[in-house]
């Protein structure tokens, strides 16, 4: 249970400050714009790259928080299997409530957002699509795998 809130908690957290981060790029590009695009992918692209990101901090940070490891062990960064599925479970059943939370919030009621998360549909689900996408890339690289040969 311990784990789950967690890992509740570093995904919001994660989140939160991506948003503010892909609040303030866009703000940037936006006011001072690129020469020679019309920049209609460009919001795309930056809250592609902060989902990313914010998945793999957000799953290394509450796996490393959650699941703690001794530092003399050979394989110190390994998950077992079993946790690394609950963090990321977790991690998507956060993603998930939160869309269905932004639809009946703002989507459903056709609130017209530009290209800000939340209050944009396309662009918070491209967000979290690739958050997903980078917690899975994280849980991939730091499982142990059960059929390794141990390093003892």
């Not at 957290?13 to 001072?32: H, K, N, P, S």
């Amino acid at each position: 249970m311990t784990t789950i809130l967690k890992t509740v908690l570093v995904t919001i957290l994660c989140l939160v400050i991506a948003d503010i981060l892909g609040v303030i790029v866009c703000t940037f590009f936006d006011v001072a714009p690129i020469r020679g695009s019309d920049g209609a992918l460009l919001p795309y692209a930056i809250w592609f790259v902060l989902g990313v990101f914010c998945g793999l901090f957000a799953f290394s940070w509450s796996a490393g928080w959650a699941v703690k490891t001794e530092p003399s062990e050979a394989n110190a960064k390994a998950l077992p299997p079993a946790a690394a599925n609950l963090v990321f479970l977790t991690g998507a059943a956060v993603l998930a409530g939160l869309a269905a939370f932004f639809h009946w919030l703002y989507w459903s009621r056709g609130v017209n957002g530009e290209y800000y998360v939340p209050d944009s549909m396309p662009h918070t689900i491209v967000f979290f699509i690739a958050v997903l996408g980078g917690m899975w890339l994280s849980r991939m690289v730091n499982s142990a795998d059960p059929k390794a040969p141990s390093a003892g």
